[in-house]
Nanobody, 119 residues
Framework: QPRLVESGGSLVRPGGSLRLSCAAS????????IRWFRQAPGKDREGLSC???????DYADSVRGRFTISRDNAKRLVYLEMDGLKPEDTALYSC?????????????WGRGTQVTVSS
């Protein structure tokens, strides 16, 4: 069955960097766009960035210029490189799959990986 598994979350100091990974299995990866979300305690889930199998991307204003999304179709992996991390970036980060980046109604979800930004 379709599965998405995130990894790479950890505790990092403000200004630091992390790379998150999203590993996909059980579905035709090339047919799907992958979006990264995050949700902090007490806040709404926020869509961060999306990437098509072609490599076309989009970003939320809150992360544009600091976060970079990429994918390796051969390895069925999507990455989120996060630089200049701030305490307000602390959240559970999840990846999800949809036929395109124009929707927030996702077909498959991962369980998430925790990112904590603190000194």
């Amino acid at each position: 069955q379709p599965r998405l598994v995130e990894s790479g979350g950890s505790l990092v100091r403000p200004g630091g960097s992390l790379r998150l990974s999203c590993a996909a299995s059980g579905f035709t990866f090339d047919f799907y766009a992958i979006r990264w979300f995050r949700q902090a305690p007490g806040k709404d889930r926020e869509g961060l960035s999306c990437i098509y199998s072609s490599g076309t991307t989009d970003y939320a204003d809150s992360v544009r210029g600091r976060f970079t999304i990429s994918r390796d179709n051969a390895k069925r992996l999507v990455y989120l490189e996060m630089d200049g991390l701030k305490p307000e970036d602390t959240a559970l980060y999840s990846c999800a799959a949809a036929p395109n980046c124009g929707t927030l109604s996702m077909d498959f979800w991962g369980r998430g990986t925790q990112v904590t930004v603190s000194s």
